[in-house]
């Protein structure tokens, strides 16, 4: 398939916002093109050039590409607001026959260069793609390289049109869904139903993320012994939730958010070399452990989180994962065997050592025992504890009571637990505010079905003046210049500066009432910022989950 043929779907695509009517031309464009550009497809179409876990950066802004188009770009620039309408009507080119593997080669090309002189490399080889494309493909071009694309859908949506290209229909989604679940990649996945013409085909894969398992929540531990009877209980820490994939001497580190950290994290990718020697994948939670063995918050373990000075870092900060789950051993999918079967398995893999630890864990018994072990996990600085049904497999990707979280009351608040919203946009900041650029940000949660962002409020207090110049700073770092198609929001609710759905914060908040001012039906009152979390939008609280717990409340 050419290139300009990819850009007039990813125009209709642009100027619709029904979500059936992206699926159907999304079906069309995938049953067109070959397996090979399917593939490309998949990724191009949002912008990307790989799966989130394997996507190259392009590390270029506005300046740099105004520099490629040339002197006169800025003044238009002004008008416009929008480099890919400036590369449109700037472009000379007339070629409308460049295929689409060629431009994501000349794409990854740009992503490729560095060293001395990269941003000249970046402006040179822009320049050249550009001025070989017609108008409409530069357009594209343009906002692919910014990370600006305008087309709002998302992964969802995709295997919606897959399922569509096959039947006509939606109805094959969930068994498509499933293949995603246990192979994160929307480029596999294109490719896997494009060449079988089928869904069920997918099995996991070491070097591939698998979408990680969620728990329900419970009350007490009277809810949990109901449903779950004799169960597996362990503690639930309050670190960063991380699946490691080890493969002869090479260990990758995914986060909950499908964000490749391996490189952040050298003592525990070395303590995965030293204490285990089959190929895997397990999963667990990492977190500071102070010199009195008790856990450490949250925040010191997330400072372990960056880009630089990691040696430095993990000299003054050493984590510990504590692993609750295995799912691959030795190429074999074992996600399917009951968790006690699995955690035997993962007794076997590991050997003693300091950096990789079994998570405690006992056998609830009775209604009694899940108690006295709650209190003991709190005891201990956790957030509570997660009980597993002893013959449940492990269900990738899912929410329901196969897990049960129960974690310790918020003792102002009728709300059991927090919720995981995703930041839509902010207001512009008044009176002492002012001084931030930022007076309050809106926030969502989501709906898989709809493959949309409904939102429940407007956070304008619990912030530190840090948070607030936090928050701006990574809103303005992925802003966009109109409201994306997936967000439903009303008039009332509407904000200065919209932003690409991808923040998650963790709120607190007194408690869920109905409201007919945000689209959700649901609002929360006195929401406060708790944290900011590492998961996928898609991952975070949804509207589901948002009604279920309005329902079970403390009143």
């Not at 809810?223 to 004799?230: E, V």
């Not at 904000?495 to 991808?502: C, E, G, L, N």
Request: proline share 3%.
């Amino acid at each position: 398939m050419k290139f300009g043929e990819l850009a007039k779907y990813l125009q209709r695509l642009e100027q619709t916002s029904s979500r059936n009517e992206m699926t159907v031309i999304l079906a069309q464009l995938f049953k067109e093109a070959t397996v090979a550009d399917a593939k490309l497809i998949a990724y191009l179409s949002q912008g990307r050039l790989g799966p989130l876990y394997a996507n190259p950066q392009f590390q270029v802004a506005d300046k740099m590409l105004l520099r490629a188009l040339g002197e006169r770009a800025t003044e238009l620039f002004k008008k416009l607001g929008d480099l890919g309408l400036v590369a449109e009507k700037f472009s000379l080119g007339h070629h409308s026959d460049i295929s689409i593997s060629n431009v994501y080669e000349r794409l990854k090309e740009i992503t490729e260069a560095g060293g001395g002189g990269s941003q000249e490399k970046k402006v040179s080889l822009m320049k050249s793609l550009l001025a070989d494309l017609d108008p409409l493909s530069a357009k594209y071009v343009a906002r692919m390289i910014l990370g600006k694309m305008r087309t709002g859908f998302s992964d969802m949506t995709v295997l919606d049109s897959l399922s569509w290209m096959l039947t006509g229909n939606k109805s094959l989604r969930g068994e498509i869904e499933a293949g995603y679940n246990v192979r994160a990649d929307l480029g596999e996945v294109v490719t896997a139903i494009k060449t079988h013409g089928k869904p069920k085909i997918l099995e996991p894969k070491i070097g591939t993320p698998i979408l990680m398992a969620k728990a329900e929540r419970a009350t007490s531990a009277g809810d949990i012994w109901a449903r779950n009877s004799r169960c597996a209980v362990e503690y639930k820490l309050d670190g960063l939730r991380i699946q490691a994939h080890v493969k002869k001497d090479e260990v990758k580190l995914f986060s909950r958010g499908l964000e490749d950290v391996t490189s952040m994290y050298p003592d525990i990718v070395q303590g995965f070399k030293h204490q285990l020697d089959k190929d895997c994948i397990v999963e667990g939670e990492m977190i500071a452990v102070g010199e009195n063995g008790r856990f450490l918050p949250f925040q010191e373990t997330v400072q372990r989180k960056r880009k630089y000075d990691i040696s430095a870092m993990a000299g003054k900060i050493p984590l510990t994962i504590y692993l609750f789950d295995v799912l691959v051993v030795e190429d074999k999918n074992i996600m399917s065997r009951p968790n006690s079967d699995r955690w035997e398995q993962l007794i076997k893999l590991v050997a003693k050592g300091e950096r990789v630890k079994l998570m405690e864990r006992i056998i609830a018994e009775d209604e009694d025992s899940i108690e006295k072990f709650f209190h003991t996990a709190l005891g201990d600085g956790t957030e509570g504890i997660i009980a597993k049904k002893l013959e449940g497999p492990y269900r990738a990707g899912s929410r329901d009571f196969n897990w049960i979280k129960y974690k310790k009351s918020y003792a102002k608040s009728a709300l059991a637990d927090t919720i995981d919203a995703v930041v839509m946009g902010y207001d512009a900041g008044q009176g002492k505010r002012s001084d931030f650029g930022i007076g309050d940000f809106l926030i969502g949660v989501y709906d898989k079905q709809k493959d949309a962002y409904f939102t429940i409020a407007k956070v304008g207090t619990g912030l530190t003046d840090e948070e607030w110049r936090r928050m701006k700073k990574e809103i303005d770092g992925i802003k966009l210049t109109e409201k994306p198609a997936s967000y439903q929001v009303k008039k009332g609710m509407l904000v200065d500066v919209w932003a690409k759905p991808q923040i998650v914060v963790e709120v607190q908040a007194d408690e869920i009432t109905k409201s007919s001012m945000h689209t959700s039906g649901l609002a929360l009152r006195f929401p406060r910022l708790i944290s900011w979390r590492e998961k996928q939008p898609q991952d975070a609280t949804g509207i589901d989950e948002m009604a279920k717990i309005y329902q079970t409340q403390v009143r």
